[in-house]
């Protein structure tokens, strides 16, 4: 199948796409339970899986422990994100889509574009060095440059930063957002929490008007990295 690496299938491009994600942001290794849920798929269907991955060199495992990346591994993930990533920059920059409708086409066609016309994709897009939600795309040459960013959730009352990162694992919460005006490069501070420790208030600088204050549920702070200072 065209741009498709050879002797590899769909199921192991996400396979290893999903495992490298789950630490592109934080240390915790990923468990088969957590690639299960992650996936949508049966505990027992993910362990004949992750054997397999083994047998052919892309991953790490012990029964009931972590599963890493080989070498091998990462190389083939960061080629299925480099995919991803420019097809989703590529589906909001020439066809209007927005970041909350992209994950899913780019599911689909990461799979099956040639890399003639994911390169022709890159130039047309200037080789973008993120994508809409802010996770980087990696070269064609598989380096990849990941921001210093720590997640809002974890930020103490009267931190400032910029937003460099959103979670596009929900759309819903991607729309709630947008309608927010939490963006990416967004200026923001921390005002605090609420007094039973619920919702994270934040101020937002805008240029063009006044600051603004949105109340964020625990699900919205753990889906925003800022970049602080």
């Given at each position: 199948?065209?741009?498709?690496?050879?002797?590899?299938?769909?199921?192991?491009?996400?396979?290893?796409?999903?495992?490298?994600?789950?630490?592109?942001?934080?240390?915790?290794?990923?468990?088969?339970?957590?690639?299960?849920?992650?996936?949508?798929?049966?505990?027992?269907?993910?362990?004949?899986?992750?054997?397999?991955?083994?047998?052919?060199?892309?991953?790490?495992?012990?029964?009931?422990?972590?599963?890493?990346?080989?070498?091998?591994?990462?190389?083939?993930?960061?080629?299925?994100?480099?995919?991803?990533?420019?097809?989703?920059?590529?589906?909001?920059?020439?066809?209007?889509?927005?970041?909350?409708?992209?994950?899913?086409?780019?599911?689909?066609?990461?799979?099956?574009?040639?890399?003639?016309?994911?390169?022709?994709?890159?130039?047309?897009?200037?080789n973008p060095e993120r994508d809409p939600h802010g996770d980087p795309i990696p070269a064609a040459d598989g380096t990849i440059a990941i921001p210093s960013a720590t997640v809002l959730a974890a930020l103490p009352a009267g931190a400032t930063g910029r937003i460099v990162r959103i979670s596009d694992r929900d759309p819903a919460l991607l729309?709630?957002?947008?309608?927010?005006?939490?963006?990416?490069?967004?200026?923001?501070?921390?005002?605090?929490?609420?007094?039973?420790?619920?919702?994270?208030?934040?101020?937002?600088?805008?240029?063009?008007?006044?600051?603004?204050?949105?109340?964020?549920?625990?699900?919205?702070?753990?889906?925003?990295?800022?970049?602080?200072?």
């Amino acid at each position: 199948m065209p741009g498709r690496t050879a002797d590899v299938g769909s199921a192991t491009e996400d396979y290893v796409k999903v495992i490298y994600g789950h630490t592109e942001w934080q240390g915790e290794p990923i468990t088969p339970t957590v690639l299960a849920s992650s996936l949508g798929l049966a505990a027992s269907t993910v362990t004949e899986m992750v054997k397999k991955l083994g047998l052919a060199g892309l991953v790490n495992h012990v029964p009931y422990g972590a599963v890493t990346l080989t070498d091998a591994g990462r190389t083939l993930a960061l080629r299925m994100v480099r995919r991803h990533r420019l097809i989703e920059t590529w589906l909001v920059e020439s066809f209007g889509y927005g970041w909350d409708e992209v994950h899913d086409e780019a599911e689909v066609l990461e799979h099956t574009i040639s890399d003639r016309l994911l390169g022709a994709i890159g130039d047309q897009l200037g080789n973008p060095e993120r994508d809409p939600h802010g996770d980087p795309i990696p070269a064609a040459d598989g380096t990849i440059a990941i921001p210093s960013a720590t997640v809002l959730a974890a930020l103490p009352a009267g931190a400032t930063g910029r937003i460099v990162r959103i979670s596009d694992r929900d759309p819903a919460l991607l729309r709630q957002l947008r309608s927010e005006a939490v963006n990416l490069d967004a200026e923001i501070e921390v005002v605090g929490r609420d007094a039973l420790g619920g919702a994270l208030t934040i101020r937002i600088d805008r240029a063009d008007a006044l600051a603004l204050e949105v109340d964020l549920a625990e699900e919205a702070a753990s889906a925003i990295w800022v970049s602080t200072r």
